[in-house]
DNA sequence: TGCATTATTTATCCTATGTTAATTTTTTGG
DNA sequence: CCAAAAAATTAACATAGGATAAATAATGCA
């Protein structure tokens, strides 16, 4: 996925804007198992996913939540640090090796305060992620389990071939077993 | 609150751009009970609080629930009409009298193709909202419901005061039977 | 004030999911 | 290709929370 795609998915800028982007994004690539934020550290970097997939999780009295997957053409960054220039209460984790798109989290502040379009390019990024994740606190409010695992083999059945059961399990906030189980029931 | 105070706690934005805010808002008043958004409308105003509670839900499987309240400093919106111009998936309703503040969708989105700080001002504004959501969801994924009743208790203990205690199950996920019987048990 | 409505609690029984542990399957590195 | 490690499944039992219904408390309004 170029980065032309990737950043007019969201919100389309102008040529002009979509330059001064371009020059500050490098490509990097990555290996499996690399982390690319951490708990408690400040990062310097927002990433764009070209290839691979990621995972974003926390520990919550001692257990592993995973409460974000990343994929093709998704914006990686570390919310609270990246909102509040504060240490990420998350970590993240590449799941393949990834190639990814690199930018400075200055340069993009820079580029926040100069350019409008580019402004209004975060603020959609905002928006809509705001919309994802409102609508799976949704989902999570009244449907169970195994209705929200359909729901993952209907909508993004590569999810469960390219990531580990207890990553999904998780992210469906339910244990592995239990998932286990959702999934002994369905076959 | 006013509505410098609710501007600004989001993000400074400069006398000028206050100014042509504050120009294209009005105060109303509204009475408990009325419902600001409806399923499945396009609303063509943007809300901020500045007396009063107000609480989103939408019907899942014949059943409402209840996503949000929103208080005194809050901004309301629906979020999919706003950001995806359709038909907004919720009902926004006032539990108590409400002074608002109100802007047309129109107005705001002129100002963030004409006005930088404002544009950052709505960036900002979903970037803070997005991390409370991810928060509440992060929250669900691994505390039981007495524990999240609990943090309401601690953290907004007049929630529970000025809202029914329907509402507040809905909002934690869980019936209002269930809810009883984890408050009975802290009595 | 008092009746009617609505909100909340209590009780009973039931199901989804958790916990722990043992077993099987898959993946990985030498 | 095999041994060790990691991941996934299965089983047995425990518990949080759901459904329904009935009782009580609170609220609104004539």
Redesign the interface.
Known sequence: MSIEQIINQIYTVPEASGQKLRQVIEEVTLPKGHILFEVGKISRNVYFIKKGIVRAY?Y??D?E?T?WFGREGDTVIS??N???NKPGYENIELLEECVLYRIKTSDLQKL?????HI??W??????????K??E???S????MAADRYQEILTNSPDLIQRVQLCHIA?YL?ITQVSLSRIRSKIR
């Open positions: 926390l919550q009295h257990t939540v409460f919310m609270k990246y909102v509040e926040f305060k100069e350019d409008i402004a209004n975060g603020r959609r990024f905002g928006e809509t992620e705001l919309i994740v409102e799976r606190l949704i999570r409010q009244f449907s998780s906030g």
